[in-house]
């Protein structure tokens, strides 16, 4: 029994739903899209991912001998991704992506989708649709945050984003490049954070750095910072590292920690690294 059939037996009776989430059959993921139609994405062992487009009361599954339409009265979107996630023994969806939806939609979405690893907001969302998913949707993601579009400006701070407890988060936006201050860098609670385009001042980097190296018993949980800077711009490494003593753009702190920065034309990588005795 192929996975769409398998879906359809745990339609019939919590009976089914219960063999076949009994069946343990494997997948890899569950993604689910939110746009012009609601989607819930399956990704199987093998290369063919499994669309659904789904609304209250029912799912639909294009397949190649035409749409099959499966109905449950009584669900609810919620209903629909529960259902999945219980029959495929998966414990929280994996991605959740945001097109452009009506405002009031996220609501919708937030009532859906209780947790997932990898929240993403891409460019094809205005900019109030992508503010306001950031601020409702940002909460429930486990892992990672992937922005495309800047929504931060004086009256919403990106050390909002900054501050999470993510373990990565990913910036991009070519047309708006994102501003970059001391402030944000100090309050970063990201284990991996790349941004781009990020706009920051050799001044910025080099305050960072003498603030880190006096740093000498406080915690900061960053691993990687990879900022990449509009094209045709490169950093001064002069300006940067004024006033520092350095090895080769290595930077060693009395206890034992290391930070070390390189540059490939307009990209600059922060690595911080911890050495045991």
């Known amino acids: 029994m192929d996975i ?18 009994s069946s343990k059959r ?16 399956i990704k199987p062992p093998t290369d063919e991912f499994i669309f659904f487009e789904f609304d209250d009361s029912w799912i639909e599954l294009a397949r190649r001998n035409g749409v099959e339409v499966f109905r449950k009265p009584k669900f609810t979107h919620r209903d629909w991704v529960d259902h999945f996630l219980n029959i ?7 991605e959740l992506s945001i097109e452009d939806v009506d405002v009031s939609y996220l609501d919708t979405v937030k009532e859906t989708i209780s947790k997932c690893n990898r929240l993403e ?7 109030d649709v992508a503010k306001i998913a950031f601020s ?25 984003l900054l501050s999470l407890n993510l373990e990565s988060a990913y910036l991009d936006d070519h047309r708006k490049p994102f501003e970059i201050k001391l402030e944000d860098l100090l309050v970063l609670n990201i284990t991996e954070l790349m941004i781009e385009i990020a706009n920051i001042s050799e001044q910025e ?12 018993h406080g915690f900061y949980r960053p691993k990687v910072i990879m900022l990449f800077l509009e094209d045709g ?16 753009f290595r930077l060693n702190r009395t206890d034992g920690k290391e930070l070390i920065i390189s540059t490939h034309g307009n990209v600059f990588i922060l690595r911080f690294d911890i050495k045991y005795e």
């Not at 495929?88 to 994996?94: H, P, V």
């Open 26 to 41: 494997k997948i890899e993921y569950i993604d689910t899209e939110f746009g012009s139609h609601s989607s819930i994405i």
């Open 88 to 94: 495929f023994n998966e414990s929280m969806i994996n």
């Open 121 to 127: 907001i891409t460019n094809d969302c205005s900019h």
């Open 136 to 160: 409702k949707l940002s909460p429930i993601a486990v892992d990672t945050v992937a922005l495309q579009k800047n929504i931060f400006d004086n009256e919403s701070d990106i050390s909002k």
């Open 205 to 216: 980097l080099n305050r960072f750095l003498k603030l880190w190296m006096k740093g000498n």
């Open 4 to 21: 769409c059939d398998l879906i359809a037996f745990s339609l019939c009776s919590n009976r089914t739903k219960h063999l076949v989430k």
């Open 233 to 248: 711009r490169e950093i001064n490494h002069d300006k940067v590292f004024e006033g520092i003593n350095h090895e080769a």
